[in-house]
């Protein structure tokens, strides 16, 4: 079949094999290029660092959880296990681009001899959780650091198996504010209907640090986890011009849930002398970040600003300073006031925030985009998906089922 991008609302239906390893390819090379040798302080090379030899990635096909796979496997030789729930193709329906992006990852790692697995299923179950546990004990032994970097709109108790569905809503009040389509340059408003009390409680159930939780009272329980293991759950805080969608919505209930999991998940780990933490990352076009109302138009306006300075990042050179120079420098893991590592710091930088802000007020609803970077949001949104390589003929023939 002819494979071509279809997108409805900000989200892509669609997504191309061979775009997709290419995606996967490229992180791969620039984290190759940099970790064998780098005279860049913020991207330095790997040598010598302490990094985890045994990685589960909780939601590792995509995103942030992608690149964690990546930067421990191509970075530092790691095994890897990744979860994730995906769609696999048919004759005449591509599978979800992070069903080809495990393909392409684990065919790579085990060629240069790691071992890569995933388990795919709902994350939430205690069924995945067992499957996971098999898997750990016959590939693994045990895990040196647990990603958590799960973004879904449903969750099953697994306890009660109630289902519980996350929103994206402010709190109190409608929000209205400017957005932009990414298909689209022209600048429209955007209004969305508060959240009642029961979806804010609901969403905090499904994005919170309830699963998170989960997750490694039953490692420890299994005796899964090693000495001196690490946890990491990716937030996100924002500027304040999307507070009120984002940090203080629905959302930010979750993610602030997320947040206070971390000193209760350290105690725990105390009996293995482990350490859970939250970082906070940078704006970055994700599958799930590119539906929020409001912040595609942020977006744009920072990348642009970004680069003009020279502090634009991606997924994986994101997680590679995190993991080189926060998490795994040998020195004592940097933190705020509240305890998170905050990858985030280049973003929100004051001169940067103030820039982005000047340029906001320049936006007029119905006329285009101005001193934005929309071109670059959504070429990044088309490569997560497979499309916008330009050396790949998107009008070939092709069976969804390759890897």
Known sequence: MIITKKVLRNVSLTAHPKGCR????DQIAWVEEHAKQSDNPHYPSTTGLHMPKRV?????????????RIVAAFGHNSDTINVSFEREPSENKTATPGWYNTMAFENLAKRKGLKAFSVFGDAFSNQTKEAVARKIEQELGQIDLVIYSLASPLRNDPVTGQAYKSV???????????SVDLESDIVKQATIEPATEEQVAETVKVMGGEDWSLWIDFLL???LLAHEAMTVAYSY????ITYPVYREGTIGKAKEHLENSAEELTNKLKAINGQAYVSVNKALVTRASAVIPVVPLYMALLYQVMKEKGLHEHCTQQI????????FSGNAVPTDNDGRVRVDD?????????EVERRWALQQEG??????DLGGVWEEYEQIHGFGFGDIDYSKDIDPRIV
């Open 22 to 25: 290419r995606y996967v390819e």
């Open 320 to 327: 590679y300073r995190l993991f080189t120079t926060m998490l």
């Open 221 to 223: 329980q299994r005796n």
């Open 237 to 240: 805080i924002g500027p304040k």
């Open 367 to 372: 006329k285009s985009l101005v001193q934005g």
């Open 168 to 178: 994206l809503k402010p709190i109190g009040d409608a929000f209205t504010a400017l």
């Open 56 to 68: 589960l990635v909780l939601g590792g096909s995509t995103g942030y959880g992608l690149s964690s």
């Open 346 to 354: 280049w973003e929100m930088r004051s001169d940067i925030q103030a």
